[in-house]
């Protein structure tokens, strides 16, 4: 079975503009989350979404929002980018997410350099 | 808020002895915790988990110690070979939700 892929692996921007990012779950899992990571603070939690609604939320601004398929495909987008949004960001995915050992497994991530 | 956090940032061990990588979690409300290797370049990758009713559970080189009194978790690697050097973070969730928080994490490095 394929694993998660995440696309594109390498993003340059400069400030100011968007960005969007695809991921690809592992075929029948239903729940797709994203993380950021950076070297300052590790691996956050952003959001996730199942069966197409955002069903969590972390601490990031309005500016990183998502969306979810109904092949549960699911993209992230970065409005008006800053450099501090610099960072791996890495999608996960689950079968149903909540429950207790639903096990999340990692795509390789996408590096964004914002400039 | 929860959080989860490493003893050590860095961990050098030689070649076939045993590595022990430790972490300690704050909210008594997670009931799932997973040890995740990361290696440069490439997303975690899931090694182990524990469920909260558990105290130990053994994988292939593996095994994970879960002491819930202390809010404490350990990571024990035997044989520890070079492919093992690595980033390991741990990560916690309580039940229902499917948020995984995150240690900072432990490199972990093996002198040949």
């Known amino acids: 079975k394929a694993g998660v892929t995440q696309t594109p692996r390498y993003l340059i921007k400069t400030r100011g503009q968007q960005v969007t990012l695809s991921c690809s779950p592992i075929?029948?899992?239903?729940?797709v989350s994203w993380y950021q990571q950076t070297p300052g603070q590790g691996l956050q939690f952003l959001f996730e979404y199942f069966s197409e609604t955002q069903r969590n939320k972390g601490n990031f601004p309005g500016r990183f929002s998502g969306r979810q398929f109904s092949n549960s495909r699911s993209e992230m987008n970065v409005s008006t980018l800053e450099l501090g949004d610099s960072a791996l960001y890495l999608c996960a995915s689950s079968l149903i997410g909540t429950s207790g050992t639903d096990t999340q497994y990692f795509g390789p991530g996408t590096r964004l350099t914002v400039l | 808020g929860e959080s989860v956090g490493l003893h050590l940032p860095t961990l050098s061990v030689q070649e076939g002895d045993n590595s022990i990588i430790n972490c300690a979690y704050s909210?008594?409300?997670?009931?799932?915790f997973i040890w995740y290797k990361q290696e440069s370049g490439k997303g975690p990758q899931f090694i182990i988990d524990?469920?909260?009713?558990?105290d130990k559970r053994q994988g292939q080189r593996v095994t994970v110690l879960l002491n819930k009194t202390v809010k404490h978790l350990s990571l024990q690697i035997a044989a520890t070979q070079p492919g093992d050097s690595a980033v390991y973070f741990c990560a916690e969730k309580e039940a229902g939700a499917n948020n995984l928080f995150f240690g900072t994490g432990t490199r972990l490095t093996v002198i040949p």
């Open positions: 524990i469920r909260s009713n558990m």
């Open positions: 909210n008594s409300a997670s009931d799932y």
């Open positions: 075929s029948g899992h239903r729940s």
